[in-house]
């Protein structure tokens, strides 16, 4: 789940949302409607580049498909984690312990198996606040090279997203940041309400396509069927 995402809105309200120092001038991010994975993105985190010390809350870029730091590069790299085995998981569990971050995003994609073919909904906090979705990460080296990458969490659906998709990213609140950066402790549930969805065209099927539009809602035939 969760394969593409939106994040347009200026950097400077999750800076002053989650009490962070800003992107860095030297690593601009373009907004844009359709995030796709290996693209890189803004990420909150506590945790210094070099080392799994805590640092500073502030936000850089990372690349989005979870490489390790052992790993060789491959074109299969996830780019979500299952929350409820992350730290058990080789792959995941040291980034679970010790390297957590942050994903703004103003709302992620979905696709919904109809009769007519996989629909795309758009999921979005239905008080028109950024979302935070919770991510795991790696810093990965050539000797040459040097990538950060993540991978985002994942957890069952709650009433708000089920109807579309049975995962959905796990969501963290402001006041839960503290939480979840310092100490690692997710939220029991996501708290239903807090999500809203619609139907968006299919244009958000090809990551060439990017602009505004992509999020806006469409009518469908199954609205009534599916109770939106």
Same mark, same amino acid.
């Given at each position: *789940?969760c394969g593409?995402?939106a994040?347009?809105?200026?950097?400077?309200e999750?800076a002053?949302?989650? /009490?962070?120092?800003?992107?860095?001038?030297?690593?601009?991010?373009k907004?844009?409607?359709?995030i796709a994975?290996q693209?890189? !993105?803004p990420?909150?985190?506590?945790?210094?580049v070099e080392?799994?010390?805590?640092?500073?809350?502030?936000i850089?870029l *990372?690349?989005?498909?979870?490489r390790?730091?052992? =790993?060789?590069?491959?074109?299969?790299e996830?780019? /979500? =984690?299952?929350?409820?085995? =992350?730290?058990?998981?080789?792959?995941?569990?040291?980034?679970?312990l010790?390297r $957590?971050?942050l994903?703004? =995003?103003?709302? #992620?994609?979905?696709w919904?198996?109809?009769?007519?073919?996989?629909?795309? #909904?758009?999921h979005?906090?239905?008080k028109?606040?950024?979302?935070?979705m919770?991510?795991?990460?790696d $810093?990965?080296?050539?000797?040459?090279?040097?990538i950060e990458?993540?991978a985002?969490l994942?957890?069952d659906?709650?009433e708000?997203?089920?109807? !579309?998709h049975?995962?959905m990213p796990v969501?963290?609140?402001?006041?839960?940041s503290?939480? #979840?950066?310092? /100490?690692?402790?997710?939220?029991?549930?996501?708290e239903?309400?807090?999500?809203d $969805?619609h139907?968006?065209a299919?244009? !958000?099927?090809?990551?060439q396509h990017d602009h505004?539009g992509?999020i806006e809602?469409?009518?469908?035939?199954?609205?009534?069927?599916y109770?939106v």
């Open positions: *789940m593409r995402f994040l347009a809105r200026p950097l400077k999750v002053d949302t989650l /009490n962070c120092e800003p992107l860095s001038d030297l690593t601009p991010f907004p844009s409607w359709n994975p693209a890189w !993105v990420i909150v985190t506590q945790t210094d080392r799994n010390q805590p640092a500073p809350r502030h850089r *990372m690349r989005w498909g979870f390790p730091s052992w =790993a060789q590069p491959s074109n299969r996830p780019i /979500n =984690a299952r929350s409820e085995t =992350a730290h058990e998981k080789p792959m995941f569990r040291s980034a679970r010790h $957590r971050g994903l703004p =995003a103003d709302g #992620w994609f979905e919904m198996t109809t009769p007519q073919g996989k629909t795309p #909904w758009y979005y906090n239905m028109g606040s950024l979302s935070y919770a991510v795991i990460f $810093r990965w080296s050539d000797g040459e090279n040097m990458s993540y985002i994942t957890r659906s709650n708000d997203c089920q109807p !579309v049975h995962r969501l963290i609140q402001p006041d839960q503290d939480a #979840w950066l310092g /100490n690692g402790i997710l939220p029991p549930e996501t239903v309400g807090i999500v $969805r139907a968006v299919r244009d !958000v099927n090809h990551a505004p992509l809602p469409i009518a469908t035939l199954f609205d009534q069927e109770g």
